[in-house]
């Protein structure tokens, strides 16, 4: 590994290293203003200050911007500096999601921010988790009562964008931190709580829109824990899926294949020097084993979030290997 002037790693990809540098310096002064510098104590009032301005800056920069790399981490190391910090970021995430008035493009992205964070971030206790979930299932479950009430339900995703997009991170953290949901009755019994099962059922059907490998493992999970039942839906949605045809502003025709739009921002930090500041708050998959044949090799390929990353590529190539940083890009043609 190439090491830089001070026996740091260094990125092989050249705009990669000096996004590592920036990252690094930025992560050092967070760490340096936010702690007693003679007890290495936090100093709250300092931190709090910090978290002000950062959290401006997210929302006005870091939030709107769709697929960004590596930059939402400076949210991610200050909010691992105390639990607090932590819940605040999520309350303001979803205040966002709750409020009809805010772009559906940022409620979106705000809901995958907390399912990428409660899922990655080892500063979130297990009550913190349960408690983000039942927000979810409550929301999710408001949300289909409002629908039943039509004759007629458009289950097109750009209308139902939001829903959907709270249903994939519901599935999501449950199938990513199901070693700690699962580890007693009483928190397979919380799950159950959740009636997970009237929403994969309900007719919006979002495991029809969320990402593959999302269902694929939620739909293990609850199936052995006796959770909810999917498989018999996945298979109903693989033999009627089509692509949709819809006019775009513009005028022009467009077609779509009904699959939601995914952006996990906390998939895995790749880059070497700054990286290590981010490891001690950092959780990595744990296996669970997929006991459904139906899952093709090319699924499960799809994302650390089933295999951890070929340790021999390059830094060049996982640097820009994918749509978010834990996503494999596929390959055209």
Known sequence: MDVDEDNKPRMLHPIGNTLDVCMDKLFNYIIMECHNTE??????????????????????????????????????????????????FLNYLWKKVCTPSTASVIRQAAVAYIASFIARASIVPLSMLKGTLQQMSEWIHSYISAQDGLECVNTDVRIHSVFYSVC??????????QSDLVKTRRNIGFLNTLSLGKIVTCRLNPLRVCHPVVVQNFAAVTRTYQIAYCYSIIEHNARSLMPTIYQTEKGSSETTDNILDSFFPFDPYILNRSGEKITPFYLNYKNFVVETSTTSKHELEDDDFLYEHDTKSSDYDKFSYGTSPGFKMKENG
């Open 168 to 177: 994939q991170a519901l599935f999501y953290v449950i199938a990513f931190r």
């Open 39 to 88: 007890t290495s104590e936090i100093e709250w009032a300092k931190t709090k200050r910090v978290y002000q301005d950062i959290i401006s800056v997210f929302d006005k920069v870091i939030l709107p911007t769709y697929n960004l790399h590596h930059v939402q981490f400076i949210m991610f190391l200050l909010c691992s500096l105390k639990t607090s910090l932590a819940e605040a």
